[in-house]
C-alpha cells in the first residue's frame, strides 16, 4: 500500500530538498504539497498541490484536514517555524501522523535567548547571550561580553538569521534595531547581543524516537552563500565530516531539553575562540535545506528513515553515527543543489590556466 505524506511550505526550498530527498528514498511514496503562496506553489514537484491560508491564519487545521482527508495523507511534516509551530499545537485534531517534538520543546528552541539560557544552565557550550531590555542597556552588556570584537545582534525569533548583523560597538547595535523598530516595527526587546564565535561552522542533523537517538549526520560549512561569513546559514559548498565532538554536543543539547525527544533536530554549531563546539541555534521538529547532503550519501537517507520511524516501519539500527566524508554538496542560485564526491571534481574538467 503507498505511503502518502503531506510537505508543507510546498516550492520553497525547505521542502522541495525534502521532496527530492524523499523520492530518492522511495519512488513509491505518494507526496502532496501544500503552500499559502500560489505563486511559490506551483513551482513544486509534489504530486498533488494544494492552496491553503498561512500557518498563523484561524482555518489553517481546516485546510490541513480537508487535504489529510481527500487525499489519505498518513503522515504530515511541516517544512518551517511557523507551520511546525501550528502543527504541533493543533496535532491532536489531525487525522494522520505527525513526529514532532512536544511543543513546549519547540516553543523553546524557536526562542533562541530562552534556548541559550537553557544550554548553559545544563552545562552544554553556548555563546554568551543577553537579552536587550531597552536601548539604553546596550552599552552594559558589551562590557559584560568582554573586549571581543564583533558582537553578534539578532533577533531572538525566526529563522534565515533574520536581523542578524555582526557589530563592533554599542552605537552600530542600537543604530541596527533602531533600524529594524522603524522599518518593521521590531522592538529592541525582541534583540540579543551574544559573543561572536569565530572557528569552524558546523550543522548537524539527528533523529530521535522516545529519547533514544536513532541517527546523526553532519556536515561543515565550507563558503557560505554569497560569500559573506555570518550571514544566514546557507553554505554555498559544504562537506560531510566525522566528528564526534559535534554530534556528541548535538546530543547534549537535546537532552538539555527533552528527555524522551522524538522527531528531527538540526543544529548550527559554531567553534568558539578555544575550539570548542558550541550550539548556537537548534530547529526543533523540521529538516535542514541542505538535507539532501544528509540523505543522498551514506548507509541512510535520513528523510526516509524518519518517515518510517513516524509510521512505525522498520528501522534496524539505533545510535548511529552516519558521516561518509570526502562528499560535497556545491550550491547556486537558480540551480539544483549538486552532491560530488572528492574525486569528481578532476572529471570531465581540462585546466587550461596559464
Same mark, same amino acid.
Not at 137 to 145: E, K, M, N, Q, Y
Not at 209 to 232: I, M, N, S, Y
Not at 274 to 290: D, H, K, L, Q, Y
Given at each position: 500500500?503507498?505511503?502518502?505524506?503531506?510537505?508543507t511550505?510546498?516550492?520553497?526550498?525547505?521542502s522541495?530538498?525534502?521532496?527530492?530527498?524523499?523520492?530518492?528514498?522511495?519512488?513509491?511514496?505518494?507526496l502532496?504539497?501544500?503552500h499559502?503562496?500560489?505563486f511559490?506553489?506551483?513551482?513544486?514537484?509534489?504530486?498533488? +498541490?494544494?492552496?491553503?491560508?498561512?500557518?498563523?491564519?484561524?482555518?489553517?487545521?481546516?485546510?490541513?484536514?480537508?487535504?489529510?482527508g481527500?487525499?489519505?495523507?498518513?503522515?504530515?511534516?511541516?517544512?518551517?517555524?511557523?507551520?511546525v509551530?501550528?502543527?504541533?499545537?493543533?496535532?491532536?485534531?489531525?487525522?494522520c501522523?505527525?513526529?514532532?517534538?512536544?511543543?513546549?520543546v519547540?516553543?523553546?528552541?524557536?526562542?533562541?535567548?530562552?534556548?541559550?539560557a537553557?544550554?548553559?544552565?545544563?552545562g552544554?557550550?553556548?555563546?554568551?547571550?543577553?537579552?536587550?531590555?531597552s536601548p539604553?542597556?546596550?552599552?552594559?552588556?558589551?562590557?559584560?561580553?568582554?573586549?571581543a570584537?564583533?558582537?553578534?545582534?539578532?533577533?531572538r525569533?525566526?529563522? =534565515?538569521?533574520?536581523?542578524?548583523?555582526?557589530?563592533?560597538?554599542?552605537?552600530?547595535?542600537?543604530?541596527?534595531?533602531?533600524?529594524? +523598530?522603524?522599518?518593521?516595527?521590531?522592538?529592541?526587546?525582541?534583540?540579543?547581543?551574544s559573543?561572536?564565535?569565530?572557528?569552524?561552522?558546523f550543522?548537524?542533523?539527528?533523529?530521535w524516537?522516545?529519547?533514544?537517538?536513532?541517527?546523526? +549526520?553532519?556536515?561543515?560549512?565550507?563558503?557560505?552563500?554569497?560569500?559573506?561569513?555570518?550571514?544566514?546559514?546557507v553554505?554555498?559548498?559544504?562537506?560531510?565530516?566525522s566528528?564526534?565532538?559535534?554530534?556528541d554536543?548535538?546530543?547534549?543539547a537535546?537532552?538539555a531539553?527533552?528527555?524522551?525527544?522524538?522527531?528531527?533536530?538540526?543544529?548550527?554549531?559554531?567553534?568558539?575562540a578555544?575550539?570548542?563546539?558550541?550550539?548556537?541555534?537548534?530547529?526543533?521538529?523540521?529538516?535542514?535545506?541542505?538535507t539532501?547532503?544528509y540523505?543522498?550519501?551514506g548507509?541512510?537517507n535520513?528523510?526516509?528513515?524518519?518517515?518510517?520511524?513516524?509510521? =512505525? =516501519?522498520?528501522?534496524?539500527?539505533r545510535?548511529?553515527?552516519?558521516?561518509?566524508?570526502?562528499?560535497?554538496?556545491?550550491?547556486?542560485?537558480?540551480?539544483?543543489?549538486?552532491?560530488?564526491?572528492?574525486d569528481?571534481?578532476?572529471e570531465g574538467?581540462e585546466?587550461v590556466?596559464?
Open positions: 500500500m503507498t505511503t502518502r505524506v503531506l510537505v511550505g510546498a516550492g520553497t526550498g525547505p522541495e530538498n525534502l521532496l527530492r530527498s524523499l523520492r530518492a528514498g522511495d519512488a513509491s511514496l505518494a502532496v504539497g501544500c499559502h503562496d500560489r511559490a506553489l506551483k513551482s513544486s514537484a509534489a504530486d498533488a +498541490k494544494y492552496l491553503v491560508p498561512p500557518a498563523t491564519h484561524r482555518d489553517y487545521p481546516r485546510a490541513l484536514g480537508r487535504i489529510i481527500r487525499e489519505k495523507v498518513d503522515l504530515l511534516i511541516p517544512t518551517s517555524d511557523a507551520d509551530r501550528r502543527v504541533a499545537r493543533v496535532r491532536r485534531c489531525l487525522r501522523r505527525v513526529f514532532l517534538p512536544r511543543t513546549s519547540i516553543e523553546l528552541c524557536q526562542d533562541k535567548y530562552a534556548l541559550t537553557r544550554l548553559r544552565a545544563r552544554v557550550p553556548a555563546p554568551r547571550t543577553y537579552r536587550v531590555t539604553r542597556a546596550i552599552g552594559a552588556l558589551f562590557a559584560r561580553l568582554g573586549p570584537r564583533p558582537v553578534w545582534c539578532r533577533i525569533f525566526g529563522q =534565515g538569521a533574520l536581523g542578524a548583523l555582526a557589530v563592533t560597538t554599542p552605537a552600530q547595535a542600537r543604530a541596527w534595531i533602531d533600524h529594524w +523598530k522603524r522599518v518593521r516595527g521590531v522592538r529592541a526587546t525582541a534583540f540579543t547581543l559573543e561572536y564565535l569565530p572557528g569552524r561552522d550543522s548537524c542533523q539527528s533523529l524516537h522516545d529519547g533514544a537517538r536513532v541517527l546523526t +549526520k553532519t556536515f561543515e560549512r565550507v563558503a557560505p552563500f554569497g560569500g559573506q561569513p555570518g550571514g544566514a546559514s553554505a554555498a559548498l559544504a562537506k560531510i565530516v566528528d564526534p565532538r559535534v554530534a554536543v548535538c546530543d547534549a537535546v537532552r531539553v527533552d528527555r524522551r525527544a522524538s522527531g528531527v533536530f538540526c543544529f548550527d554549531v559554531r567553534e568558539d578555544r575550539g570548542v563546539p558550541c550550539v548556537t541555534e537548534i530547529n526543533a521538529g523540521r529538516f535542514s535545506m541542505s539532501n547532503l540523505d543522498l550519501v548507509k541512510h535520513m528523510a526516509l528513515t524518519y518517515v518510517r520511524l513516524a509510521l =512505525g =516501519g522498520p528501522v534496524d539500527f545510535g548511529e553515527y552516519d558521516a561518509p566524508e570526502g562528499y560535497y554538496m556545491v550550491r547556486e542560485l537558480d540551480t539544483l543543489a549538486g552532491i560530488f564526491h572528492a569528481e571534481f578532476f574538467i585546466d590556466r596559464p
